[in-house]
């Protein structure tokens, strides 16, 4: 079964930054193509950013050039550097494997928060 751990969410004012990690028991972690998703209040949950086994990255629009996502496969981890933050970036912060494994593999997110 898989476990996600998310951390590293704080309060921030705007113009900050915040690097998220997320701990994954998955075996298959080396291969697997891991991703970020956001889920603002009332909103569904959004795929933020992605990075295949092979380091290969993709971003959602709105956080083109301002976050970047990395791996260490030796760790199992992925993280999530977000520079330039704004307001609109406060959400709770997933990460998961795609295709994602089952409807229950998600943790408890990170919170961001961030002031104007």
């Known amino acids: 079964q898989v476990q996600l751990v998310e951390s590293g969410g704080d309060l921030v004012q705007a113009g900050g930054s915040l690097r998220l990690s997320c701990a994954a028991s998955?075996?298959?972690?080396?291969?697997?193509?891991m991703a970020w998703w956001r889920q603002a209040p009332g909103n569904g949950r959004d795929l933020v950013a992605w990075?295949?086994?092979?380091?290969?990255?993709a971003y959602t629009q709105s956080v083109k050039g301002r976050f970047t996502i990395s791996r260490d496969n030796a760790k199992n981890a992925v993280y999530l550097q977000m520079n330039s933050l704004k307001p609109e970036d406060t959400a709770v912060y997933y990460c998961n494997s795609l295709p994602i494994p089952s409807p229950d593999s998600w943790g408890q997110g990170t919170q961001v928060t961030v002031s104007s």
């Open positions: 998955l075996t298959i972690f080396r291969t697997a193509t």
């Open positions: 990075i295949t086994g092979g380091g290969g990255t």
